[in-house]
C-alpha cells in the first residue's frame, strides 16, 4: 500500500520546516546528479570509515541524511515526508520538529552502524530520519484516515494500520538482510532505529502513550 494523502484539515500552520527539508533534499541530489560519484563517496555514511575517523567523518552524519540512490528512492521519501511531516511539525512546533528530525536521523544511522560497524557500504538517505516522522505520527495521530492506493484502488485506512504494518515490514527485512550481510541494499536497520527514536521521543515530548487502534 503506498500513501498518497491524509487528512489536514486541523493543521493550523504553514509546514515551513517540512517544505525546506523536501527542498533541501532535492537540491541535494541534483547536486549529486551533477557531481557524481566521487561526491556521493565523500558525503555518504560509511562505517568503517566512520570508525576509523571519527572526527573527520562526523559530517557525513548529517550530509548522508539528505542524499538519495536514485529518482525512485528520493520520490518514496519525499511522498512520506510530505505527507506525514507536516501533521507531527503542526504538533511540535517548527524548531522543535526540526530538531527532531535530525535527532531520528542520527538514531537511525548509529543502529544502522551497530549492524555494520566494518561496512565499506556507502549509506545515504532520509528514510530513516523519515521512519522517526512516521513514528511520531504513530504515537500523535493512530486513528488518522490515511488515502492509500492498494492495487489500482485508492482506500482508506487508519495511520496504527497503516504504520504498524510498515514497521512490521522492515523488521522482516532486517531479518532477511542478517543473512545477505555482503550486500547492500536496503537499510532496513536504520528505518528501525529511526522509528523507534520518533515513537520513544514524541512519548516523552507529548506525554503520550504508545496508542492501540480504536473503530
Not at 500513501?3 to 533541501?24: F, K, Q, Y
Amino acid at each position: 500500500m503506498v500513501p498518497i494523502g491524509d487528512n489536514d484539515r486541523g493543521i493550523r500552520s504553514v509546514p515551513v520546516v517540512t517544505i525546506g527539508l523536501v527542498a533541501l533534499n532535492i537540491i541535494m541530489f541534483l547536486v549529486e546528479l551533477s557531481e557524481g560519484d566521487p561526491f556521493i563517496l565523500r558525503w555518504a555514511f560509511t562505517p568503517s570509515r566512520f570508525m576509523a575517523d571519527p572526527v573527520g567523518q562526523f559530517p557525513t552524519l548529517f550530509t548522508s541524511m539528505f542524499m538519495h540512490a536514485g529518482l525512485m528512492h528520493i520520490g518514496g521519501n519525499m511522498l512520506y515526508l510530505w505527507i506525514f511531516g507536516n501533521n507531527v511539525e503542526d504538533a511540535f512546533g517548527r524548531l522543535q520538529y526540526l530538531l527532531f528530525y535530525l535527532v531520528c536521523g542520527l538514531a537511525a544511522t548509529f543502529a544502522q552502524l551497530a549492524f555494520s560497524l566494518g561496512s565499506s557500504v556507502p549509506n545515504l538517505g532520509a528514510s530513516g530520519a523519515i521512519a522517526g516522522v512516521l513514528g511520531s505520527y504513530l504515537v500523535l495521530f493512530p486513528n488518522q484516515q490515511v488515502n492509500v492506493l492498494a492495487g489500482n484502488r485508492v482506500v482508506q485506512v487508519s495511520a496504527f494500520v497503516m504504520l504498524v504494518g510498515w514497521i512490521l515490514l522492515q523488521l522482516v527485512g532486517q531479518v532477511g538482510a542478517i543473512t545477505d550481510t555482503a550486500s547492500g541494499g536496503v537499510a532496513y536497520m536504520a528505518h528501525i532505529g529511526g522509528f523507534v527514536a520518533g515513537v520513544v521521543l514524541t512519548m516523552i515530548l507529548s506525554g503520550r502513550r504508545l496508542p492501540l487502534p480504536t473503530g
